[in-house]
């Protein structure tokens, strides 16, 4: 069918078109003000020299092109790059860690079992907790000098672990710590689950399919629009992460938690150096969504809607 | 609904209000009005300007307001504050971030005490290229701390207290061998030893990055040059510190100390099974918060004798219109006698040097205040005040290097792994070398 061959849009169709825009309005004006414009200044502040002592001088900032850009690479003391990897790898060992962990836990919280509801709750629970608590209290749980799980190590008989002062099983740890506290993902999937067609069960069990089978072939196609938003969310808020840095680890042992938020507070709130913070950050969110636009194209090979994508 | 709207708008006025009245300036009394941010509980905040109104009361020229930001954000509010053309008068600062500010002219280069007949002591004056430009209201150095009832236990005088009788680096370890146990009693001497089910350690070393610069300093080393321009981490440094870690990973007579944690004594002496562990000063006023019997001593040394000054600065800031008056206003707040409260629980010591020379003056804040009198009296006098004032102790980077801020960054994060042993201090070094050069550049 040509183009030019298009029916004429109902009026229905066009009062909903309009309702759709201005139900938009207000988050399209909340989504500029206080994301795509200070993204643009955060652009634009990365090609300057922009530091406190502008403001503080009244001076204005020299524009210095890809300087900053150039520099948050090749300054050893910055080492962008390290801080790219150690946070993607931290991100994506959370994403799936998370993701695989919430969705178990979701389909054991939604089998009639005695006490669903404290249980529930209990999962959920980390998730309300402050950051910071959480981090510090599980901080002197993995303690090597007295912390409780190196205590009971020990009297296990094995050796103790460097849980958080090791490079190689800080990241492990702190996923751990990630993966706990994901109570979120869990009720997400607590409700998806409550939505799978139950005629699609009943009319496997009638084809004698049993429980994998009726779990690989129904529950988890119904859940994949499910889990794709829990993958977005989950990679979004990990990407992000900042506390551990800042409350226990300090970027160590060695550069191995040195995340690229951790970088941008160090170079722009602790030390007024906007420029490279502004240069760090938009980085940061380049990477982040090149990650979630993989996520969007490779989503569309895996997901299924029941009723459609309404395209 | 319009009496709501009354309301806000009244709420939205006296914040207005606050705000102006906030700023510095001349005030209707016709006072020069000043804001003075120091670090500390917000909640304190009555009873700090309870302290400052004792100034406000004395004259009729200056008018002093505090404004108190909680530590662990100090210098990012600060920042934030200056950001918008809104920082305070003067206030307390960061010592890292000392000289930086400096640069970036957040801080006015001004010696407060410039004509004054008595100032602080050199080792405490914060000097960018030379220049003066703000002094710590506290003097502090380090010591070594020490549970009494653990040397008694086991039998072992006390660490010496004086210079002269300091330990060496070996003997120290051989003290801390013998008051090193396992579950079953034995010392890292003995055959039988379980380095893995340690009850007691012998000692403790002050991981956190800039404690550690006195180790490299006592092997005759340097962090950096003595212009503050330069990296130096040289052999001796290097060695220096690699035998604080080898305390635990070799020796078996210290805990394992990643450097994260500043409060070293809490996780030494105020832990309870540690008997003895090096920490600042400070150290003292922690005797009102625990029941731990303990004393102080000079620290061991491994080639020279050798000790570093600390102490959060004052400073003007860049955006008062009132320096001379806040100059004024700090010298008042820097003097022993006006800040006489943390001095006299045991967390400063005075900042003037005749508070160090004065015998009426030594007797008043060691001897009679009691948390040092416990110590006893004695020890501190020859383990802290004579320290401070002893030619071996120099002057932290921080008080003439800027950016040590990103240099500490670099090496608390680094030198965790030559403290869990998976590298030597001499492999971290080389690694982060180009970028301790570049993070001190700025």
Known sequence: ?311 | MKKAKIIAILCAAIMILGLVAACGGSGSSGRVELVFALWGDPAELETTQEALDVFNDMQDRIRVTAIQIAQEEYSERLLTMAAGGNMPDCGMVDERTAIGWTREGLILPIDIYAGQPSKPKDGITFKDNGQTVAYSVASEVLGLWFNKDMFDAAGVPYPPATLETAWQWDEFIEVAKQLTFDANGNTPNDPDFDARNIVQYGAYVNCWAWQMEVWALSNGGRWYSQDGKSIVFDAAAIEGMQNVYDLYLVHNVAPFNAGQEDNGWWFSIGAGNVAMGTDGQWSTGFAGDSDIDYGVAVLPYMKQQANITAGGPVAVFADTDHPDEAAEFLRWYSDPENNWGPIEAGWWMPNMMNWFTDEALLKRWIDDTPNRARLPASSFRTAMADVALHPSTQPTGWYYTPNTDQVDRILIASLSEAANGSKTVAQVIEEVRPALEAALAG
Request: proline share 5%; hydrophobic share 55%.
């Open chain 1, 1 to 311: 069918m040509k183009k030019s061959d298009k029916p004429p849009k109902s009026n229905m169709v066009i009062k909903e078109q309009r309702a759709a825009y201005v139900f938009l309005i207000p988050a399209f004006l909340g989504l500029s003000l206080i994301t795509y414009l200070p993204l643009l200044a955060a652009l634009f502040v990365g090609f300057t020299d922009l530091t406190i002592g502008h403001m503080v001088r009244g001076e204005a900032p020299q524009f210095v092109g890809l300087k900053n850009f150039i520099d948050i690479f090749t300054n050893p003391s910055i080492d962008f790059f390290n801080s790219i990897l150690v946070t993607v790898y931290f991100a994506l060992f959370a994403v799936v860690s998370s993701v695989v962990y919430s969705m178990f836990i979701a389909i054991l919280l939604n089998r009639r079992i005695p006490g669903r509801a404290f249980f529930r709750a209990v999962f959920y629970v980390p998730y309300i907790l402050p950051a910071v608590a959480t981090i510090i209290s599980w901080s002197f749980l993995l303690r090597f000098e007295g912390g409780l799980i190196n205590y009971f190590l020990v009297n296990m008989g094995f050796d103790r672990v460097h849980f958080l002062s090791s490079a190689e099983t800080v990241v492990p740890s702190l996923v751990m710590i990630a993966v706990w506290a994901c109570g979120n993902l869990i009720v997400i999937f607590l409700a998806g689950l409550q939505n799978v067609p139950r005629t699609y069960m009943e009319a496997a069990e009638v084809d004698g399919a049993n429980f994998w089978q009726r779990f690989w072939k129904i529950t988890i196609p119904c859940m994949t629009p499910i889990i794709f938003f829990n993958m977005l969310m989950s990679l979004v808020v990990n990407l992000q992460i900042v506390v551990p840095a800042l409350a226990v680890t300090s970027g160590g042992p060695g550069k191995s938690t040195m995340f690229m938020t951790y970088l941008m507070y160090h170079y722009g709130p602790r030390s007024g150096q906007y420029a490279t913070a502004s240069a760090i950050a938009f980085l940061f969110f380049m990477i982040a969504a090149i990650l979630a636009a993989v996520l969007f194209i490779t989503s569309k090979n895996w997901i299924f809607y029941e009723g459609g994508d309404d395209k």
